[in-house]
């Protein structure tokens, strides 16, 4: 600021810090989910040492299927997710795309070919979009209520404190969007 206050400055650091730790939680995310599909593309990146990824599909390139996937994976990613009102999954979204369309080539959509790469990012895609808009939701149906019963238990002056206690730690609404 213009009186040597650059607690704006700290604040964009800071977000800048959030978002790249947003990013790589949903990487991984997105990572897991796409070793689901069985597509040959995203086996490969799963090996560490000798170790397969457990989310790997054996059964071979069967698609994304969302009944499939372990609640505990979206859970886990549920802040990440919303993070940047998405823009973080997104950036994340079409680094996987590229990828995809490099591995799909003149393929395209056909699998026996080796294709369908791309399809499968985009399903997973939308999948967490989904989720990310629902745990916003959810988010700010719990804000909604915890406010309202402070309204109604202690008053406008309950409800005046809470509020303020909630800027003050800080500063942070990220969580709360």
């Known amino acids: 600021g213009p009186f040597g206050d650059t607690s704006g400055s700290r604040r964009k650091k800071v977000d800048a810090s959030q978002v790249e730790e947003a990013k790589e939680g949903i990487q991984e995310a997105v990572r897991n989910l796409l070793a689901t599909t069985g597509a040959p593309a995203f086996q490969d990146d799963y090996e560490e040492g000798d170790e397969t990824n457990s989310f790997s599909s054996p059964y071979g390139f069967t698609g994304f299927q969302p009944e499939r996937i372990p609640p505990d994976l ?3 990613s549920s802040a990440a997710l919303r993070a940047n009102s998405g823009k973080a999954l ?35 895609g939308s999948f967490l979009e989904g989720f990310r808009k629902a745990e916003e939701r959810k988010v700010a149906r719990e804000t909604s209520t915890m406010l309202l019963d402070r309204l109604v238990k202690e008053g406008v002056k309950g409800l005046d404190q809470l509020l303020a206690g909630m800027v003050r730690e800080g500063d942070d609404m990220s969580d709360m969007a």
Do not use: C, P, T
């Open 90 to 124: 997104k950036e994340v979204l079409r680094e996987y795309e590229l990828q995809a369309i490099g591995h799909d080539g003149m393929a395209a959509d056909d699998k026996s070919q080796g294709g369908g790469h791309y399809r499968e990012v985009e399903k997973v």
């Open 74 to 76: 979206l859970s886990r």
